[in-house]
């Protein structure tokens, strides 16, 4: 299965509670963190709502 690289790049401070959930959900706990995630429906929505914070490439 596909998976995703995460990365984020812009920091939470004025975002709103729903996308901290979001960053918190996805695994991202500061600025220059990574985590692979599994490309998934859920993911992308989940990627959607923050996309002006992370930094998405193509994993493995």
Do not use: P
């Not at 920091?11 to 960053?23: E, F, P, V």
Request: proline residues 0%.
């Amino acid at each position: 299965m596909a998976s995703l690289s995460v990365t984020q790049r812009r920091s939470s401070n004025g975002a709103n509670k729903r996308q901290l959930d979001t960053l918190r959900s996805l695994g991202l706990r500061r600025i220059g963190h990574t985590v692979e995630i599994k490309d998934c429906d859920q993911a992308r929505g989940m990627l959607h709502a923050v996309r002006h914070l992370v930094e998405v490439k193509e994993g493995k």
